[in-house]
């Protein structure tokens, strides 16, 4: 059994922050837990404009604080986000997350990051094996 809090997390190497200081990560279980996921929680900052694609992983998203939108940059589509929306990026979607208002996400991967991951220039995440 796994019991672990993001107070322990914070100011860990489990907890990160983007370059341009707009999204901080805490990342609760990682793919040395061997669980086959890795769970996050994620906080982007209100007014901020923030592209994704993970071109290597399956990404569910559920939303449990602030506002705004989410657009698929593959066709176009922009979604309102609330408190209880969640998106799946099932398709590998390039994505733009614009809060609003400061989000709070809770985040699903698969195959789970190992925690040594950064974005690309294109917002990839590399995939990298976790050894057995």
């Not at 990682?30 to 994704?52: P, Y």
Request: glycine share 10%.
């Amino acid at each position: 059994m796994i019991v672990r809090t993001t107070a322990e997390i914070t100011d860990t190497d489990r907890d990160v922050t983007a370059e341009n200081g707009n999204w901080r990560s805490k990342r609760i279980i990682l793919g040395g837990d061997k669980v086959g996921f890795s769970f996050h929680e994620t906080t982007i900052k209100a007014g901020t404009v923030n592209e994704f694609h993970y071109a290597n992983h399956v990404e569910a998203v559920w939303l449990v604080e602030g506002t705004g939108t989410l657009t698929d940059l593959d066709n176009g589509t922009v979604y309102d986000l609330a408190p209880g929306s969640m998106y799946l990026l099932d398709g590998h979607e390039r994505h733009r997350v614009e809060p609003v208002t400061q989000m709070r996400m809770l985040c699903v991967f698969n195959p789970p990051v190992t925690g040594r991951e950064v974005h690309d220039e294109n917002g990839v995440y590399p995939l990298i094996d976790v050894p057995a």
